[in-house]
């Protein structure tokens, strides 16, 4: 196998473990991380809460990084 193969696989197979996936669970919308053990909370489904209390878990996912925005759009709505 030539050495730009070698190459371009090692980045696919990098590429494909990096990725993460969207979920709506009626509550909040989060992104599951690389790890499939923790979670970044995206946003709340329809608008957040005044009093918003943010779980450890969700899901039975940790709760690791809360994103810039998750909630600030939310909110305004």
């Known amino acids: ?20 996936f969207a979920v709506d669970n009626g509550t909040w919308t989060y992104d599951v991380n690389s ?16 009093d918003l209390a943010i779980s450890a878990t969700i899901d039975g996912y940790s709760t690791t990084i809360i994103g810039t925005y998750a909630c600030v759009y939310s909110m305004q709505l």
């Open 1 to 20: 196998m030539n050495i730009e193969l070698k190459l371009f696989l090692l980045s696919v197979l990098i590429s494909v473990s990096s990725l993460s």
């Open 35 to 50: 790890n499939g053990t923790s979670i970044t909370l995206t946003g709340c489904s329809g608008s957040c809460p005044k």
